[in-house]
């Protein structure tokens, strides 16, 4: 737990360091923003990946709410402050987001110590839950599932790139277009989650419904706001199916800590 509570303090302590040479425009600082902004979203994956052996113990459903804030918090953070706050910072002075920084950062690691202290009065093993992680991710290697979730996380990328440097509303049409012919396959192979039993054939056409409404939402909001909006309205596309693959993986966490897989 120690190791977690290292990687969440140097999580926030790269937000710090991007707000301070937020106004570095040189090609050493922009390099210097990017290498900080792949260090976070590195740390912040390796700190999600144990955290979720937290989210799905069965010992820890009452703090499981807590997670959810925390895991919220902190995705929401670092989209915030390294993604919308290099458009907004001439407004806003250094020092006010770091205050807001703070107070954030307080929130969360009160949140996060009660988290650590039930871990360690239950005596929960981590190790435990992390050999549960890996043999659900052994039994959904066999699904379409896994493949299709990652090839439509890697068309969001496209789309992040897109918003990030297209300004032609017509270039960034015909790439949106592109992504939702490309996440055709893909999204129909997500069916497969209707047959684990804990996501009913409802839930997965409102998904797949939203996640092609929102993609050619975009395409009309760029025409009037060819900005980072654009990309914040995006990511909901695919909010729904990823909600809806966390109920699957949590399904399958709790049969292979019943000894069923």
Known sequence: MKGL????IVYYALIVGYIGIIDQESSVGSLLKLAIVLAGIMVLVVWSSFMLSLLYHEQLRDKKKRMNVIFFSLYSEGF???MVIPYTYKHVSPLILLLILFGLFTVNYMLWVSVVATVKQRGLSLN?????IVKMGEALEH???ISSMTTLDRLSYVFAVACAIVEDSVFFSSIVVGILLLSIKPVRRLEEMTTFG???HKEYVVAKV???SVYLFTIGWHLYF???TTFLIGVCSILALKLCMGKVMEDTYHKVQRNEI
Do not use: G, H
């Open 5 to 8: 509570t290292s990687l969440f």
């Open 80 to 82: 915030l402050f390294m």
């Open 128 to 132: 435990v839950s992390l050999w549960r």
């Open 143 to 145: 699904t379409a599932l």
């Open 198 to 200: 804990v996501v009913v």
């Open 210 to 212: 939203m996640y092609y």
């Open 226 to 228: 060819p900005n980072l």
